[in-house]
């Protein structure tokens, strides 16, 4: 029997990705440039004229990932990062009014963790953090089988932490190789296949960073496995040995010793956690706590 189908949405602050999900898979998928720089309006607009195709009579829900603080249970988004007009979005009144179909929304990062704990490699564990590195930098946490979102939805923003002259993020994201070397990371990317020296340097360096950073998510919340998303994981291979110099400094052997970090081997993770997002909420309405376990 198969079960709902449901639309799962990821918003980023340069593209969106939207896809039908159906039994842990992906059956449709549409991509497209987010309008940043527009008005709250014409975002909205474009929006929905993406997802008025995919919204069949058949699906179920529609969730949705944003990279911003999120008012889970009134659906508005507040201060969406690299989108300036999206302030204060009523986003889930929007949708649902436009679609008559019920609409959920997280954070961008809660919605990559939850992907990889229902269908990637956190089956697993209990507790594991997504990190998603991008634009920026975000972590969605899954404490024993479930979702801690915090506040609206703003647990887990470790990039926000002072550290050297700056924030984590600037260090720990896509922001790290504009501002310290002027280029930008797919740049550094093509030069470190090729194996040229300085490009593999600038990756060692993030590395360096990033396991400073996991210092932090370790301290805090001791997971047991860590998961790396967004577009820079793509040089994981690059930046692994930087990142395990920065780990093997952790004072706790007996912690990292049983840590798994590891790069995502879903692409579509954030976008199956949303549409995953709408049966977790669906499913709490009968159960006193939603359980991401398959």
Not at 86 to 107: C, D, I, M
Request: one cysteine or more.
């Amino acid at each position: 029997m198969t079960s709902s189908k449901y639309l799962g949405v990821d918003i980023g602050g340069t593209k969106v990705q939207v896809g039908v999900v159906q039994d842990g898979e992906l059956h449709q998928e549409v991509r497209f440039e987010t309008s940043a720089s527009a008005s709250k309006e014409q975002i909205l607009a474009e929006l929905v004229q993406h997802l008025a195709p995919l919204v069949t009579s058949d699906v179920a829900g529609i969730g949705i990932g944003v990279p911003g603080l999120v008012d889970e249970e009134n659906g508005i988004v507040h201060n969406v990062q690299n989108i300036p007009s999206w302030r204060e979005v009523h986003l889930k009144q929007h949708l649902a009014g436009h679609f008559s179909t019920p609409v959920y929304l997280t954070n961008d990062a809660n919605a990559f963790a939850i992907g990889e704990k229902m269908y990637g490699q956190g089956k697993p564990y209990a507790n594991l953090v997504g990190l998603a590195l991008g634009t920026g930098l975000g972590a969605g946490i899954i404490i024993n089988h479930q979702l801690y979102s915090g506040t609206l939805s703003s647990a887990g923003e470790f990039g926000m932490i002072p550290y050297l002259d700056k924030t984590i993020e600037d260090y720990c994201s896509g922001k790290f190789f504009g501002q310290r070397t002027g280029r930008v990371g797919a740049e550094w990317h093509a030069l470190a296949q090729q194996g040229d020296a300085e490009a593999l340097a600038v990756y060692a360096e993030f590395g360096r960073h990033l396991g400073q950073a996991l210092h932090i998510i370790l301290y805090a919340l001791a997971p047991e496995a860590i998961f790396l998303g967004g577009s820079v994981s793509g040089g994981y291979d690059f930046f692994r040995s930087g990142l395990y110099e920065s780990l093997g400094a952790f004072p706790f052997r007996q912690v990292t010793d049983r840590l798994v970090v590891a790069p995502s081997l879903i692409g579509n993770a954030a976008v199956l956690g949303a549409a995953a997002l709408c049966h977790m909420k669906q499913a709490s309405s009968s159960h006193s706590q939603p359980v991401l376990a398959l």
